[in-house]
């Protein structure tokens, strides 16, 4: 191959300059942009080219000479046009295609042994998190249920979110080349071949997504054929191609235009308006799966994010040089205070919570010791009770479970991956069904983080029961282990019936992590127990010297 030569050298600029290249299953693109003091950035160039990389790949699992030979020329291309731009940063990122293929990671040896390129192969729920994270920046998503859509060419990444706030995250093997070599078997597509084609895709959203968590109101899809969908219809509608950014289309637009490219034959379809060419041969596919997906998840609006996942890079590389830019400004918060601040944007009880944290930390200070529970599982354990209802957000019936979902998929900056899953574990087992090995979420975790999740898990559920009616009426707790069975003295200034009964009725978790049985009795302030709803004294073995009473209302957790 001929080294390329490339343009002079970049006029002299005090804005950085940063580029980011997506080797995607169907086509390779480049974006080089010029970073604005305000935050934004102004495109300086693109480029694209339809590679098809995965050409062939989901019959034989490897890239093909073919293919791997054209990407590659196509990155030695653009690589020379961003050092033209004299970038700051190139970032080059693979998605689906040679994520699954054999010969993968030969394909990124290649691009840097040519180039000196460094293509990242990221998973699918990195590529997942970079649409969200352009679409947060150019769509209002507060106060609506929003599936964010990018369909590639070998998989579909789906996000739902509730008003800005991430609950689920799927990858699905349904990219528009990898279901056309499969499904796509005439041309125009035969009634029989459609029907198969339906229901390979209706089968694998089922079997993925399942029953939605809500009914996304708008889909705001990426992609190309989300693009060429909306430039059909704007030149149907204008007459003429046009911007599409932001472009709407209602669920009925994409079915009547999914039903006019699967009944046109191939030739006829490159030359419908708005249709790019080149892309004409696995549109049907792609059109398909946001008609179905449309039709799983509820949704009657769909709305184009022409940028892409090439746009969720750059803004990350933005965040990342601003960060190192001002690693003061970024440390002003510390990581629970930004728990705090997820909450809100949860619209989580937050007097209900804070309070609950204060009664759990409470308990976990006098159990740390006879237990050996871990210092840094406090911070945990507040995390997860400040959390534990934010999944109200979603429906009441399973809010434990939502929270599980939307603590996995919160950015929870400054705890690491571990203490994410342990936080979500936590809150995911405040209420319901106690922690199984079964359950798949536990299951990821190794024995001594499941123990630890069923402790803290059962320290939760007794404080989240001391206050059953949100009131704040127990206002301190004293725990007294011997043996095998454990005293919890309740302070409130009147008797706590309800929180007293709720807490003995979610006991049964904490009985079972520390080994004991767990009576409850009420203190009034400045006296002795005077009443209760308590387990069979018998229960309780010998008493020691009572433990000090951890008095929490109006304290700091």
Partial sequence: MTPLETPGPAPATDRPRLAAIDVGTNSVRLIVAEVEPDGTYRVLDEEQEMSRLGRGLYRSGRLGHVPMERTLEALGKMKAIADGFGVKELRAIATSAVREATNGRQ???????????????????????????????????EGQSTAVVDIGGGSTEVILALGGVVDRIHSLPLGAVRLTERWVRSDPLKPRHW???????????????????????????????????????????????????????TRGDVVRLLDRLRETPLGARRQIPGVNPKRADILVAGAAVVARLAKRLGTQRVVVNDRGIRDGVLLSMMQEHAGAAAPVIAETLDRLERVRRFARRCRSNERHCAHVAELALALFEQLR?????????????QAATLLHDIGYLINHAKHHKHAYHLIMHGDLAGF?????????????????????????????????DQRLVRQLAGILRVADGLDRTHTQAVTGVRCQVSGRGARLEVLASRSPRVELWDAERKAGLFEKAFGVSLRFEWTKPGSSAVSGLARAPDRMGPERGPAPLAVVAGGKA
């Fill in 369 to 381: 010791d006879t237990y050996r529970l871990p210092d840094d599982a406090r911070d945990l354990l």
């Fill in 195 to 249: 029907k198969q084609l339906k229901r390979a895709i209706d089968d694998t959203i089922k079997g993925v997504v399942g029953k939605p968590p809500f009914a996304a109101e708008v889909m705001i899809g990426s992609g190309g054929t989300f693009s060429n969908l909306a430039q059909m219809a704007r030149s149907a509608r204008e007459g003429e191609p046009g911007p599409i950014q932001g472009y709407v289309l």
């Fill in 416 to 448: 690491t991956a571990r203490e994410v899953e342990l936080i979500a574990n936590v809150a995911r087992y405040h209420r319901r069904a106690l922690p199984k090995r079964s359950h798949q979420n536990l299951a990821r975790l190794d024995r001594e």
């Fill in 107 to 141: 394909f990124c040896r290649e691009a840097w042994r040519r180039h000196r390129l460094r293509v990242e192969v990221i998973s699918a729920d990195e590529e997942a998190q970079l649409a969200f994270q352009s679409v947060q920046r150019h769509f209002g998503l």
